[in-house]
Nanobody
Framework: QVQLVESGGGLVQAGGSLRLSCTAS????????IAWFRQAPGKEREGVSCIRARGGDIYYANSVKGRFSISRDNAKNTVYLQMNNLRPEDTAVYYC????????????????WGQGTQVTVSS
């Protein structure tokens, strides 16, 4: 059974950092594209970053370029999202997702979602 579990969210002051983790079970994560999306209250879901299968291309939304970094630990079957210099506008629920072949990293569709982790950045 395919499952994605996020962790690492929390409350941080503006300028601070958090590292989100997305641990997969039921499949080998390195063979697949994994994306991070976020959704703030009253806003549409936004594709934040993704890492293509087998160490391929990496995508970042313009809003996070230079501040966020995505990486993968194949031994732990986990993808990370390192978030630095956080801003209040980064406040959202962050979801990791399994992106099927041919789908967009920024818009999906995706084949499986994690449960989400809340990130709150105070000013």
């Amino acid at each position: 059974q395919v499952q994605l579990v996020e962790s690492g969210g929390g409350l941080v002051q503006a300028g601070g950092s958090l590292r989100l983790s997305c641990t997969a079970s039921g499949f080998t994560l390195s063979f697949h594209t994994i994306a991070w999306f976020r959704q703030a209250p009253g806003k549409e879901r936004e594709g934040v970053s993704c890492i293509r299968a087998r160490g391929g291309d990496i995508y970042y939304a313009n809003s996070v370029k230079g501040r966020f970094s995505i990486s993968r630990d194949n031994a732990k079957n986990t993808v990370y999202l390192q978030m630095n210099n956080l801003r209040p506008e980064d406040t959202a629920v962050y979801y990791c997702a399994l992106v099927p072949i041919g789908s967009s990293c920024s818009t999906g569709p995706v084949s499986s979602w994690g449960q989400g982790t809340q990130v709150t950045v105070s000013s």
